[in-house]
């Protein structure tokens, strides 16, 4: 099973970034799909997630109207689209995937908002 991340990157406040995330070794298509961010000192959180054949969605309140999260379940692929990004969006992204009592980890993508 793997969940490889990528996009991540240094942009200013303002800009946008599309982190995507390929998965392999499972199911895709019966898993539910989320992104969370992690900050040095605090609980990973829950940024987004989609449901397995992409008809619901749900955001953090802190990056709704900004952030949109999608899936390809053809290319086994989640993306997350982020735009009007702020530093306080600095974080490690990670890929989420979960079904039942199964669930994997991706290894993270760092997202530095800075001017």
């Known amino acids: 099973v793997q969940l490889v991340e990528s996009g991540g990157g240094l942009v200013q406040p303002g800009g946008s970034l599309r982190l995507s995330c390929a998965a392999s070794?499972?199911?895709?298509?019966?898993?539910?799909m989320s992104w969370y961010r992690q900050v040095p000192g605090k609980e990973r959180e829950l940024v987004a997630a989609?449901?397995?054949?992409?008809?619901?969605?749900n955001y953090a309140d802190s990056v709704k109207g900004r952030f949109t999260i999608s899936r390809d379940n053809v290319k086994n692929t989640v993306y997350l689209q982020m735009n009007s990004l702020k530093p306080e969006d600095t974080a490690v992204y990670y890929c989420?995937?979960?079904?039942?009592?199964?669930?994997?980890w991706g290894q993270g993508t760092q997202v530095t908002v800075s001017s």
């Open positions: 989420y995937a979960r079904a039942q009592i199964r669930y994997y």
């Open positions: 989609i449901s397995s054949v992409g008809g619901i969605t």
């Open positions: 070794g499972f199911t895709f298509g019966s898993y539910v």
